[in-house]
Antibody
Framework: QVHLVQSGAEVKEPGASVKVSCKASGDTFINYVVHWVRQAPGQSLEWMGW????????RYSQNFQGRITITRDTAVSTAYMEMSSLKSEDTAVFYC?????????????WGQGTLVTVSS | DIQMTQSPSTLSAFVGDRVTITCRAS??????LAWYQQKPGKAPNVLIHKATTLETGVPSRFSGSGSGTEFTLTISSLQPDDFATYYCQQYKSGDTFGQGTKLEIK
């Protein structure tokens, strides 16, 4: 099992960047793929991208390609999602979620979410 | 990109009712589908993966069926704790969520 703890809420101005962290504890972190999901207020879930913690390979949704970067630091069992050129429409809760690297399952483990507010 | 169309968007039902939520994929995803339950202010919780496999600890009143492009989530006898929003998700290519079904108490 993996327990995911995300960094705290952020308030950013339009045009700025934000970096959200997702720290794992419990099972061996490198056996997992970490996904990032955005949920705007009252809206559905939107997949952003993922990183294979073991080999560092990433894949991004076309909706976010070029605007987000997902990284990981295995030494501290932490994944990161950085989003640039923030707009007011990016105001949302951002979740990290982990699934094992077999690809067979859904997202078994979720962080608590990080609220990012974009406002001038 | 694979699109997921979920229906209905809102469903009102009584405790004890049997309800079904449908999810359609824009192309075949085989059985690469998961269902999640989300309560207000909380992260989603996975109920089912591979279209029909119930997660450990999920009550047996939940079941999933389907393959290819059409899938259903059925709750056989609604309990008060089941009133929440439900999402389907394909994970065959990239990952895409449906728009959600809000299950309300009638």
């Amino acid at each position: 099992q993996v327990h995911l703890v995300q960094s705290g809420a952020e308030v950013k101005e339009p045009g700025a960047s934000v970096k959200v962290s997702c720290k794992a504890s419990g099972d061996t972190f490198i056996n997992y793929v970490v996904h990032w999901v955005r949920q705007a207020p009252g809206q559905s879930l939107e997949w952003m991208g993922w990183i294979n913690v073991g080999n560092g390979y990433t894949r991004y949704s076309q909706n976010f390609q070029g605007r987000i970067t997902i990284t990981r630091d295995t030494a501290v069992s932490t994944a990161y999602m950085e989003m640039s050129s923030l707009k007011s429409e990016d105001t949302a809760v951002f979740y990290c979620a982990a699934k094992d690297n077999t690809g067979l399952r859904g997202y078994d483990y979720w962080g608590q979410g990080t609220l990012v507010t974009v406002s001038s | 990109d694979i699109q997921m169309t979920q229906s209905p968007s809102t469903l009102s039902a009584f405790v004890g009712d049997r309800v079904t939520i449908t999810c359609r994929a824009s192309q075949s995803i085989s059985h690469w589908l998961a269902w999640y339950q989300q309560k207000p202010g909380k992260a989603p919780n996975v109920l089912i993966h591979k279209a029909t496999t119930l997660e450990t600890g999920v009550p047996s009143r939940f079941s999933g069926s389907g393959s290819g492009t059409e899938f259903t989530l059925t709750i056989s006898s609604l309990q008060p704790d089941d009133f929440a929003t439900y999402y389907c998700q394909q994970y065959k290519s990239g990952d895409t969520f449906g728009q959600g079904t809000k299950l309300e108490i009638k």
